[in-house]
């Protein structure tokens, strides 16, 4: 069982960036891949970037936000990062962590365990 808390979210101008963080309960992190999620206002949810669990050797990002965000973990502080750079107006959105036991995440599922998101809104 994974209790997720984001943080870091905020308003920030287009082409800036912002450092999003997701803490995590348990001793048990590192086996759990992480993912980033964003939803819009009449958006459905969609999938921004993964991590693999253990040592996070493999990642993935939506097209979108290639070359723009990194996600990373810090398993000795059961934390999981997305670094957003050069932020646009369409990147507007509440941004969720989710986790899965010994796997990366794609597709948001009801079965994995989410956080509550952290707003983030990129002005003009």
């Known amino acids: 069982q994974v209790q997720l808390v984001e943080s870091g979210g905020g308003l920030v101008q287009a082409g800036g960036s912002l450092r999003l963080s997701c803490a995590a309960s348990g001793r048990t992190f590192s086996s759990y891949g992480m993912g980033w999620f964003r939803q819009a206002p009449g958006k459905e949810r969609e999938f921004v970037a993964t991590?693999?669990?253990?040592?996070?050797?493999?990642?993935s990002y939506a097209d979108s936000v290639k070359g723009r965000f990194t996600i990373s973990r810090d398993n000795t502080k059961n934390t999981v990062y997305l670094q957003m750079n050069s932020l646009k107006p369409e990147d507007t959105a509440v941004y969720l962590c989710?986790?899965?036991?010994?796997?990366?995440?794609?597709?948001?599922?009801?079965?994995?365990?989410w956080g509550q998101g952290t707003q983030v809104t990129v002005s003009s």
């Open positions: 991590i693999s669990a253990r040592g996070g050797d493999y990642r």
């Open positions: 989710a986790a899965r036991y010994d796997m990366p995440l794609f597709t948001a599922s009801e079965s994995y365990y």
